[in-house]
């Protein structure tokens, strides 16, 4: 398994030659939310898909 840096790096590595400063914090900040989202899943606080469709019906 790759430490964190070695994945900054190789995910800035695969990003086109022309990517700005902002462009990166953008995907660094993506991957920090896509994350933390997998955590709390794995954590067991996401919300079932049964509970989402319902909300939405609802409104």
């Keep these: 398994m790759k430490g964190v840096k070695e994945q900054v790096i190789q995910m800035i590595q695969n990003l086109p030659e022309d990517v700005s400063v902002e462009d990166i914090m953008a995907e660094l900040y993506f991957r920090l939310q896509v994350d933390a989202g997998l955590k709390e899943l794995d954590e067991g606080k996401g919300i079932p898909h049964e509970e989402v ?4 019906i609802e409104r």
């Design 53 to 56: 469709k319902k909300c939405r």
